[in-house]
């Protein structure tokens, strides 16, 4: 991947059936190309992605696809499928959350 490569996370869109995160990327020229990445609201619904990690779930995915050709995809709509998350969720694990609350041991 070239050094000269900027990945922007844009914003996302709530859809009927999907949250669609958009990635601009610049490169070297000064050349900006928009990229568009869904997660199917059922993912979220099931617990398999969380909304606070959805932007970092897409950037990897978009980082993985620029890596495989040579910065310059064909595509420019990707979906993120069961397996994306997965490998994001081995990658990431999460903590334990803690009750700030909870009765202290003694």
């Not at 000269?4 to 709530?14: A, C, E, I, S, T």
């Not at 969380?50 to 990707?78: M, V, W």
Request: hydrophobic share 30%.
């Amino acid at each position: 991947m070239s050094d000269n490569l900027f990945v922007q996370y844009v914003g996302f869109k709530v859809k009927t059936f999907d949250r669609e995160y958009t990635f601009n990327v610049h490169v070297s020229e000064g050349a900006i190309r928009a990229f568009k990445l869904s997660i199917a609201n059922e993912a979220f619904n099931a617990h398999r992605a969380r909304f606070q990690d959805a932007p970092s779930i897409c950037s990897t995915k978009l980082h993985r696809e620029l890596a495989g050709h040579a910065n310059n995809p064909s595509e420019t709509s990707y979906r993120i499928s069961d397996t994306d998350l997965e490998e994001y969720r081995s990658a990431h694990p999460q903590k334990s959350s803690r009750n700030p609350y909870a009765r202290k041991a003694n």
